[in-house]
């Protein structure tokens, strides 16, 4: 694993002292929030960015993984002199409620003192807004100068846009959509399964044994894994080579490279990433309708705006394809509003907003000016 | 529109530039790599946006700071609200769509006014080009052969004056170019290279 030159972060949590109100209708009592920051934050608190992360992420933007000692997840992107400029913006970056990597979640202890498990209240995508407005307010920041997310991020973006339009001046959203499809609910629904048919699930309160559903938070990241990815790639990467072997053995071992990195894919996982907060976390993306907030109307969900947005898709990504971009797109422009959006071409499928695309990193310099 | 941005524009964006009202707003459809909505930023403080359907030329936009989106004329124009700007432009791209017509419609709903440009089929070197050789004609302004021109539906400024004439759209301007030089409107179809139109539906 390359190193990347050390960039300084600071790492911190806020204690809200008051309770989370949620849309579904119930309150999260005092919650815990843990955030990433980079860069200064001047003095008329105006060159803030808020870095929304996606659904296996975390707030590591540029500082390195507490459990897996990987880079941040975005140090390709963000740092000094990178798209993301942390020499001339303050970098923000939360981790979302019903995570586990230090924001309040199903693995956090609840006001008994045992962990909450099943019984950790449903979220959205807009009650993890919440969670990032109430880091803003910590701060003192009242306009963002942009807010970046890509997949479940860009969900949290267009969400905070519609639902706070006046925290932020631009938002820039990758590989995303305004709204979860069958498709994805399916996808989503495989993992859950998965996860649950695990008989060490225990209905959720596998925190005592010390171990937990594992094989199947590992299934889960399976499926999820191939929907990350494109069809070319896969072929480029894998095609039918065989694992350390000459012969398939007629059996059930993986013989195939890409089942061997599947498997390594989901045992990896399980290393880092809580199954319950995977459940409640798919449940919010699954829930995601701005539209359906909004009278039906997508447009209706920017009427407040007076942001710029651009919006980045990409031609292998078969998970969020470029017509829901369009879509958001279209309503932007029905509201009124500045808007940019272009499909890059890149081999890697919905990944690719995280890896090596040089048209992307040229569109979020020029878009964040 | 001061004279030296205007002087480094392509001839009828120049012409656009200049007649466009400052502080206008602006949707360029076809905007390329956005030299002109940048023109008519700078210069007369317009609030542009564009729409272009090469993904390397919105990135280059973008990272220019416009708003622009990828899309297709003959398509996305239907998703813009009714008179949702001063003027809608559309350069030298009207012959490339599939319907020029119904672009045409689509440019003055969105658009109080319009303005389009378009290289002219009946310039005499393109006559001479066909009567000669008897070959479609590869020129300065129309230098693709026949079967990879983007070119699909070529016309001559007769060809247009008699489309606005039979659409009821009112000619609020027009100007006809041969290089650089402006050419009278009676010579227009035979010695113009191309023309700019400015077009609205009346009242």
Known sequence: MATSPTIPTENRFLDLDMPLMLDGGQSLACPRIAYETCGTLNAAKDNAIFICHALTGDHHVVSDHPKTGKPGWWVRMVGPGKPIDTDRYFVICANVIGSCMGSTGPASLSPDGEPWGMRFPVITIRDM???HIAVLDALGIDSLHALVGGSMGGMQALSLAANFPERTRAVLVLASTARHSAQNIAFHEVGRQAIMADPAWRDGNYY????GPEKGLSVARMAAHITYLSEAGLTEK??????NREEKTFGFDADFQIESYLRYQGLSFTDRFDANSYLYITRAMDYFDLAEEHGGLLANAFAKSKARYCLVSFDTDWLYPTAESRTVTHALNAAGLPVSFVELSAPYGHDSFLLDVPALDRVVEGFLG | MNAAHAASLRPDLAVIAENVSPGSSVLDVGCGDGTLMQALQAGQGCATRGMEIDAANVGACVARGLSVIQGDADKDLAFYPDKSVDYAILSQTLQTTMRPDKVLDELLRIGRKAFVSFPNFAHWRVRVSL???????????????WYETPNIHHLTINDFRALVKERG????????LSGDQNCSAAAANFRAEHAVFLLSRGN
């Open chain 1, 129 to 131: 807004v919440k969670g």
């Open chain 1, 208 to 211: 005592a044994f010390g171990k």
């Open chain 1, 238 to 243: 894998f095609g039918r080579r065989l694992q």
């Open chain 2, 131 to 145: 009567m000669w050789n008897g070959r479609m004609p590869v020129t300065r302004l129309l230098p693709v052969g």
């Open chain 2, 169 to 176: 759209i009112t000619v609020e301007g027009r100007w006809f």
